[in-house]
């Protein structure tokens, strides 16, 4: 079984600019997650979908990010526009079962916006 | 507000010694604790988890002490190796929903 795989592994950006991370979960999972991951904060969810169906869209990082499921096999997540302040790493997770016992991450995406 | 704590943000052990990891949490209704395990450029990955009816789970050299009554709970790490060197990420769920982590306890296991 291939594990969850997200793209790029790293992204640099310029203030303001749009940058799209993508995300395929393991295939049969039901449920998807958007992680932020940094120091100070550690995983801050930002989005989670099950059955494609938003569940959660992370209150306070409404306003810049959209994530999307355009199928059971893959989601994006849209930050427009990117400020410095984005910069942390990004993990996509998914999980088989209706009870999320268990999350199976991606290796991430390390963004740096300039 | 953080719901779930991890009291430190790093923890140095020599090898050989056991590795303490604390963790707290608010909310009462949470019932499904977790570990994950974290090695650098990695996703995070399921250590070992507890429910609340428990107060103790025990995997190999890894075990979990909860109490309820004072919504806190702790994973041991026996006899500690440089390859337990790791972030370890307590987190907590109620009736399944969403996991809510804590900050993370950065773990080095010096030789």
């Known amino acids: 079984d291939a594990g969850v795989t997200q793209t790029p592994r790293h992204e640099v950006a310029e203030k303001g600019q749009t940058i799209i991370l993508k995300c395929e979960p393991v295939?049969?999972?039901?449920?998807l997650f958007w992680y932020r991951q940094t120091k100070i904060q550690g995983l801050e969810l930002l989005s989670y979908?099950?059955?494609?169906?938003?569940?959660?869209d992370g209150g306070a990082f409404k306003d810049r990010f959209k994530a999307e499921m355009l199928n059971s096999s893959f989601s994006t997540l849209k930050i427009q526009p990117t400020e410095p302040k984005d910069s942390a790493v990004y993990l996509c997770?998914?999980?088989?079962?209706?009870?999320?016992?268990?999350?199976?991450f991606g290796h991430g995406t390390k963004l740096s916006v300039l | 507000q953080q719901q779930v704590r991890q009291s430190s943000q790093s923890l140095t052990v020599w090898e050989g010694e056991t590795a303490i990891l604390n963790c707290s949490y608010e909310?009462?209704?949470?019932?499904?604790f977790p570990w994950y395990q974290q090695f650098p450029g990695e996703g995070p990955a399921l250590l070992i988890a507890?429910?609340?009816?428990?107060d103790k789970k025990e995997d190999g050299r890894f075990t979990i002490f909860f109490n309820k009554r004072e919504k806190n709970l702790s994973l041991h790490i026996k006899d500690s190796q440089p390859g337990d060197s790791a972030t370890y990420f307590c987190?907590?769920?109620?009736?399944?929903?969403?996991?809510?982590f804590g900050t993370g306890t950065s773990l080095l296991v010096d030789p």
């Open positions: 909310n009462s209704a949470f019932d499904y």
């Open positions: 507890i429910r609340s009816v428990s």
């Open positions: 987190a907590a769920s109620n009736m399944g929903y969403k996991l809510t």
């Open positions: 295939s049969g999972h039901n449920d």
């Open positions: 997770a998914s999980s088989s079962d209706t009870s999320n016992e268990r999350l199976f």
């Open positions: 979908f099950r059955s494609k169906s938003l569940m959660e």
